[in-house]
């Protein structure tokens, strides 16, 4: 072990802290001047809170922990601060304070003058009190737009990045296999392609800020059994290969994440955090990522307590240093004093140690946090009076008009209108009549972890800190002329029907009813949508069925308008209902999204991320099912869909012609051309999501029927048309066949363009040919699509 030295550095003159020389030289030298205390000292976190007056950060008392005493840490250094913004309510200036006055402090304390990074949840926006509310993942997944969630994601770390945070927990790559699981808000979707191009914009516009991105969770979190909160994962290899794996694989490749976060799953019994093939083998030492492996919180200690693959938490330690973890998070446990018992018997070898510290140097040093002239002072305080803390209060604002209106353009992209009957838009309804527990509902547009769901449910006496308008008050704004009366009719979750009998008499006394159902974000039990909050069904929460039931049979039109995390089964409204409109939390700016739509000054244009149920007993399932997986005479469940994946419809029409094939042929390392024509045929504009999804069907191992292999939106006039372009790579054909290997091969095959992956509009017959090739992760990812505008 590195004996512990006394170094005299004169500020500024060590070699680690010129910007100069290359980062490797730097950290090299860094790393050979620390002790071994100081070296694990990077290694850890610690969770804290920042302090309402603007003093020094104070240590969170978590139920699972230890009291942490910070100032016996300080002296050897410390590697991360956890979510100090987002563990209470706090001013953002002061909190900025808070921050800049204990890196202050950290830095003093430690011989090299290092301060810690500082990370924050960034899920559907910077997790703090008055941040922008942005809509949940799902919604991203909802808008097909990747190019608009990259610059959502590039406001979201520009605001980070001026308070002094380093590092973002976002986004969430997990792919949907079971809607019951309560995390499927936060997810992108249920299909990997999709889920991998909307996350690579994500974390391509948060590095962008200078904000690590943090993959999570790596890998197969969702796919847990029974939709279960941290549950055993049992799948196959293949599965993990082709399904969990390729949104990471992209990200890293194209994004350029410079973190990823294991899960807490185990999958055939190997925990991720203890997994070296995955953590080492695979994301290291095949696809090349050079960033940060941190821990989920508690995630190392619970291959102690819940896994039982170790028997102490110094073993957790030695397990997950072995496998590639370099960050215990969120606060020092079993890299503090337990490793260091390892150390000194030997059970853990100090390679292990300096493999780990200087990717965390490496990535401090990127961040500048290494420099001679590295200041603890974030841009929002720059220039500022910093000794009168209550002239900051309210300088910083992190919800500015800006940033609402990139939340308003998010939630209207994403709204999906399912079914219309012509109901929609509504032509200035004298009397509506909206029923439902979200209708007064201001957090409904929220997820579990938006910072009120997540931290302000704690702290009632505290102001939530930004607009959050009802339902009722955007649809009085945006029917002006239109009497709006409100009747909740039931709780989201309560099973109390004495209030359906006056939903049912202000229904029969309307023209239209507005039925506003869903879901109540929380942690743990205490929401119908969240971490922790899964479902036994799909059906909706509570009584609402019932209500909805009982709204139909008045025989008033009724608009279901649906404010929630998951997909659920919706009864008789899928056939009666006069039309059907879908959000997933759309955050702050999402009522007046709905509104809109309704009222027809928002073009819906959402598409389904997740298929919607049409019974609530058929999961897991989703669209990307074999054969067997599908309808048949030998059982009598029944798993289509009642909307299946990529569904939405808008105020217009498209048509889909002219289908030209270059050559209906091409080599198993070639690429297949395409060409059609795309046709508003409607008398209003619209954008069309074009969805190229690829059949197989015959192969080696069992393929899913169909599964997306590209995408593209498409705005158009009306009446106006353009021809599109569509080149399609052989391996986009490719999967993991009987030996494991990726491998394309030769065949015959369909390439379905669609409108979803229920309505196919062209399909063509091709083929591969010549041998089968094997690929890895340097293959081609993306079709080209190229779109000329032609005569209407």
Same mark, same amino acid.
């Given at each position: 072990m590195?004996?512990?030295?006394?170094?005299?550095?004169?500020?500024?003159?060590?070699?680690?802290?010129? @910007?100069?020389?290359?980062?490797?030289?730097?950290?090299?030298?860094?790393? $050979?001047?620390?002790?071994?205390?100081?070296?694990?000292?990077?290694?850890?976190?610690?969770?804290?809170?920042?302090? $309402?007056?603007?003093?020094?950060?104070?240590?969170?008392?978590?139920?699972?922990?230890?009291?942490?005493?910070?100032?016996?840490?300080?002296?050897?250094?410390? #590697?991360?601060?956890?979510?100090?913004?987002?563990?209470?309510?706090?001013?953002?200036?002061?909190?900025?304070?808070?921050?800049? /006055?204990?890196?202050?402090?950290?830095?003093?304390?430690?011989?090299?003058?290092?301060?810690?990074?500082?990370?924050?949840?960034?899920?559907?926006?910077?997790?703090?009190w008055?941040?922008?509310?942005?809509?949940?993942?799902?919604?991203?997944?909802?808008?097909?737009?990747?190019?608009?969630?990259g610059?959502?994601?590039?406001?979201?770390?520009?605001?980070?990045?001026?308070?002094?945070?380093?590092?973002?927990?976002?986004?969430?790559?997990?792919?949907?296999?079971?809607?019951?699981?309560?995390?499927?808000?936060?997810?992108?979707?249920?299909?990997?392609?999709?889920? !991998?191009?909307?996350? %690579?914009?994500?974390?391509?516009?948060?590095?962008?800020?200078?904000?690590?991105?943090?993959?999570?969770?790596?890998?197969?979190?969702?796919?847990? /059994? !029974?939709?279960?909160?941290?549950?055993?994962?049992?799948?196959?290899?293949?599965?993990?290969?082709?399904?969990?794996?390729?949104?990471?694989?992209?990200?890293?490749?194209?994004? #350029?994440?410079? *973190?990823v976060?294991?899960?807490?799953?185990? %999958?055939?019994?190997?925990?991720?955090?203890?997994?070296?093939?995955?953590?080492?083998?695979?994301?290291?030492?095949?696809?090349?990522?050079?960033?940060?492996?941190?821990?989920?919180?508690?995630?190392?200690?619970?291959?102690?307590?819940?896994?039982?693959?170790?028997?102490?938490?110094?073993?957790?330690?030695?397990?997950?240093?072995?496998?590639?973890?370099?960050?215990?998070?969120?606060?020092?446990?079993?890299?503090?004093? @337990?490793?260091?018992?390892?150390?000194?018997?030997?059970?853990?070898?100090?390679?292990?140690?300096?493999?780990?510290?200087?990717?965390?140097?490496?990535?401090?040093?990127?961040?500048?946090?290494?420099?001679?002239?590295?200041?603890?002072?974030?841009?929002?305080?720059?220039?500022?009076?910093?000794?009168?803390?209550?002239?900051?209060?309210?300088?910083?604002?992190?919800? =500015? @008009?800006?940033?609402?209106?990139?939340? /308003?353009?998010?939630?209207?992209?994403?709204?999906?209108?399912?079914?219309?009957?012509?109901?929609?838009?509504?032509?200035?309804?004298?009397r509506?009549?909206?029923?439902?527990?979200?209708?007064?509902?201001?957090?409904?547009?929220?997820?579990?972890? *938006?910072?009120?769901?997540?931290?302000?449910s704690?702290?009632?006496?505290?102001p939530?800190?930004?607009?959050?308008?009802?339902?009722?008050?955007?649809?009085?704004?945006e029917?002006?002329? *239109?009497?709006?009366?409100?009747?909740?009719?039931?709780?989201?979750? &309560?099973?109390?029907?004495?209030?359906? +009998?006056?939903?049912?008499?202000a229904?029969?006394?309307?023209?239209?009813?507005?039925?506003?159902?869903?879901?109540?974000?929380g942690?743990?039990?205490?929401?119908? *949508?969240?971490? !922790?909050?899964?479902?036994?069904?799909l059906?909706? =929460?509570?009584?609402?069925?019932?209500?909805?039931?009982?709204?139909?049979?008045? &025989?008033?039109?009724?608009?279901?308008?649906?404010?929630?995390?998951?997909?659920y089964?919706? #009864?008789?409204a899928?056939?009666?209902?006069?039309?059907?409109?879908?959000?997933?939390?759309? #955050?702050?700016?999402?009522?007046?999204?709905?509104?809109?739509?309704?009222?027809?000054?928002? %073009? @819906?244009?959402?598409?389904?991320?997740?298929?919607?149920?049409?019974g609530? !007993?058929?999961?897991?399932?989703?669209y990307l099912?074999?054969?067997?997986?599908?309808?048949?005479?030998?059982?009598?469940?029944?798993?289509?869909?009642?909307?299946?994946?990529?569904?939405?419809?808008?105020?217009?029409?498209? &048509?889909?012609?002219?289908?030209?094939?270059?050559?209906?042929?091409?080599?198993?390392?070639?690429?297949?051309?395409?060409?059609?024509?795309?046709?508003?045929? &409607?008398?209003?504009?619209?954008?069309?999501?074009?969805?190229?999804?690829?059949?197989?069907?015959?192969?080696?191992?069992?393929?899913?029927?169909?599964?997306?292999?590209?995408?593209?939106?498409?705005?158009?006039?009306?009446?106006?048309?353009?021809?599109?372009?569509?080149?399609? +790579?052989?391996?986009?054909?490719?999967?993991?066949?009987?030996?494991?290997?990726?491998?394309?091969?030769?065949?015959?095959?369909?390439?379905?363009?669609a409108?979803?992956?229920?309505?196919?509009?062209?399909?063509?017959?091709?083929?591969?040919?010549?041998?089968?090739?094997?690929?890895?992760?340097?293959?081609?990812?993306?079709?080209?699509?190229?779109?000329?505008?032609?005569?209407?």
């Amino acid at each position: 072990m590195t004996d512990n030295v006394t170094l005299d550095i004169a500020p500024g003159t060590a070699v680690w802290t010129d @910007p100069t020389l290359d980062l490797a030289t730097r950290v090299d030298a860094l790393v $050979a001047a620390m002790t071994l205390p100081e070296k694990v000292a990077q290694l850890y976190g610690v969770w804290v809170g920042a302090a $309402a007056d603007g003093g020094e950060v104070a240590p969170y008392q978590h139920e699972m922990e230890e009291p942490v005493d910070l100032a016996t840490l300080l002296d050897v250094g410390l #590697g991360q601060l956890t979510r100090p913004f987002g563990t209470a309510p706090v001013d953002p200036a002061l909190g900025a304070l808070s921050l800049l /006055r204990t890196q202050q402090r950290i830095a003093a304390a430690n011989r090299f003058g290092i301060p810690a990074m500082a990370h924050e949840e960034c899920l559907a926006g910077f997790a703090a009190w008055g941040a922008t509310a942005y809509p949940v993942p799902l919604s991203w997944g909802a808008t097909f737009d990747p190019e608009l969630i990259g610059r959502m994601a590039a406001a979201i770390g520009a605001d980070l990045r001026r308070v002094g945070v380093h590092q973002g927990l976002a986004p969430v790559l997990d792919v949907v296999r079971d809607a019951r699981w309560g995390r499927v808000e936060e997810t992108i979707g249920e299909d990997p392609y999709m889920v !991998g191009t909307i996350a %690579t914009a994500y974390v391509r516009g948060l590095e962008s800020a200078g904000v690590v991105a943090t993959l999570k969770h790596f890998a197969g979190y969702s796919a847990s /059994r !029974g939709g279960r909160n941290l549950a055993p994962v049992a799948m196959g290899p293949r599965e993990r290969a082709d399904v969990i794996l390729p949104p990471f694989e992209m990200a890293v490749r194209e994004g #350029g994440a410079r *973190s990823v976060m294991h899960a807490y799953t185990d %999958t055939d019994g190997m925990p991720s955090a203890a997994d070296e093939q995955l953590l080492t083998g695979l994301l290291r030492d095949a696809w090349g990522f050079p960033g940060t492996v941190v821990a989920d919180y508690f995630g190392i200690a619970f291959l102690h307590t819940l896994h039982g693959v170790a028997g102490s938490s110094a073993e957790a330690a030695a397990e997950a240093l072995a496998a590639g973890v370099d960050v215990e998070l969120p606060t020092v446990k079993t890299f503090g004093e @337990p490793l260091r018992e390892a150390l000194a018997a030997g059970v853990v070898p100090e390679a292990l140690i300096d493999r780990a510290v200087r990717r965390v140097l490496t990535q401090k040093a990127q961040l500048g946090l290494l420099d001679a002239d590295w200041s603890p002072v974030p841009a929002a305080l720059a220039g500022a009076d910093l000794s009168d803390p209550d002239a900051l209060r309210g300088t910083v604002d992190l919800d =500015p @008009p800006a940033n609402r209106a990139l939340a /308003r353009e998010v939630a209207e992209r994403a709204v999906v209108l399912l079914a219309n009957d012509g109901i929609l838009p509504l032509d200035r309804p004298a009397r509506i009549a909206l029923v439902g527990p979200q209708a007064e509902n201001p957090t409904a547009v929220l997820g579990c972890y *938006s910072f009120p769901a997540h931290v302000g449910s704690r702290h009632p006496e505290v102001p939530v800190g930004i607009e959050l308008p009802t339902l009722a008050a955007a649809l009085r704004a945006e029917f002006a002329g *239109s009497a709006v009366v409100t009747v909740p009719g039931v709780s989201v979750d &309560g099973d109390d029907t004495a209030g359906v +009998p006056a939903a049912v008499e202000a229904a029969r006394g309307a023209d239209v009813v507005i039925a506003a159902l869903g879901d109540r974000a929380g942690l743990f039990g205490r929401g119908t *949508s969240g971490e !922790g909050c899964d479902a036994e069904s799909l059906a909706l =929460p509570g009584a609402q069925q019932h209500l909805l039931d009982a709204l139909l049979d008045t &025989g008033t039109p009724v608009v279901v308008t649906l404010l929630a995390g998951r997909p659920y089964a919706l #009864g008789r409204a899928v056939g009666e209902a006069a039309a059907i409109v879908q959000s997933f939390f759309p #955050g702050e700016e999402g009522t007046p999204a709905i509104a809109g739509v309704l009222a027809g000054r928002v %073009t @819906p244009q959402g598409r389904l991320p997740v298929s919607v149920p049409r019974g609530p !007993g058929a999961q897991p399932t989703t669209y990307l099912s074999a054969r067997l997986g599908q309808a048949s005479d030998v059982s009598n469940v029944d798993p289509t869909p009642a909307y299946g994946f990529g569904h939405g419809l808008g105020y217009t029409t498209f &048509g889909w012609s002219d289908l030209v094939l270059d050559e209906p042929v091409a080599a198993t390392d070639g690429e297949l051309r395409l060409h059609f024509t795309l046709r508003n045929t &409607g008398s209003r504009s619209g954008s069309e999501v074009v969805q190229v999804y690829a059949h197989d069907p015959v192969a080696s191992v069992v393929q899913p029927v169909q599964r997306l292999v590209g995408y593209l939106r498409v705005p158009l006039e009306a009446g106006a048309a353009c021809r599109i372009d569509l080149a399609v +790579p052989a391996d986009l054909f490719s999967f993991t066949g009987r030996d494991g290997r990726r491998v394309v091969e030769p065949g015959e095959l369909e390439l379905r363009l669609a409108a979803s992956s229920t309505d196919h509009r062209l399909v063509a017959a091709v083929a591969l040919r010549g041998p089968a090739r094997q690929v890895d992760h340097t293959r081609r990812l993306h079709p080209r699509f190229a779109v000329t505008p032609s005569a209407g």
